[in-house]
């Protein structure tokens, strides 16, 4: 890695125990400067990262852009969540289209497909409590559901071992969110969400280094 990458790994981790921080105790308006900076700060690192395909590079700044969207519309007064949901899907999306023509099939990607597939287990319980949102969510979330398991199973698959575990942090950071939202509260609660979160974008983010 080159320095100015190394730098911007290092603003982002200072921005990133701060949010926790917030998160921890409390103070929203610290949280708000302090998590669309990390994403700002992963925006820089992407565009830092020594690679010689520009396109991969672009596909993977439009997702950390569009989740930088989905963190700002879920942290305003007047949130709607399915915009902030629209906003995560369409990262996932772009990371599936940046991660895919790198994907094999091996030991890990069966690993990420078990994994996905036994959390599917908890989604009858939790979709009894999104049916009560309305139309939207009920087609949204399953929706979702079925990007962010394409996100892991192809962030596997790229056999960048960073980056795979990336996807999972994701996954699972998405699914607590899910949790808390919809079925109650689950252990770590949001420090635990922004936590893997902000560890699943870097480690999606560094696949550009492999």
Known sequence: MNTATVVLLLVAAVAMSIDWWSVATDRLGVEFLA?????????????????????????????????????????????????G?????????????????????GPAVAAATLVVGLSLGVVPQMMERVRAGGRLLSFAVPVYIVAIGATAVTAAGTGVIVTGLGGAAFFFSDALLGWNRFVGPAPGGRVLVHVTYHLGQVGLVLWLAA
């Open 35 to 83: 998590k669309p900076a990390v994403i700002i700060a992963l925006i820089g690192v992407a565009l830092a990262i020594d690679t010689a395909d520009n396109v991969e590079r672009g596909v993977i700044i439009a997702a950390l852009g569009a989740s930088l969207v989905g963190d700002v519309v879920l942290m305003t007064p007047d949130a709607r969540f399915e915009a």
């Open 85 to 105: 949901l629209g906003a995560f899907l369409l990262a996932h999306v772009l990371y599936v289209v940046a991660f895919a023509p790198s994907l094999e099939v």
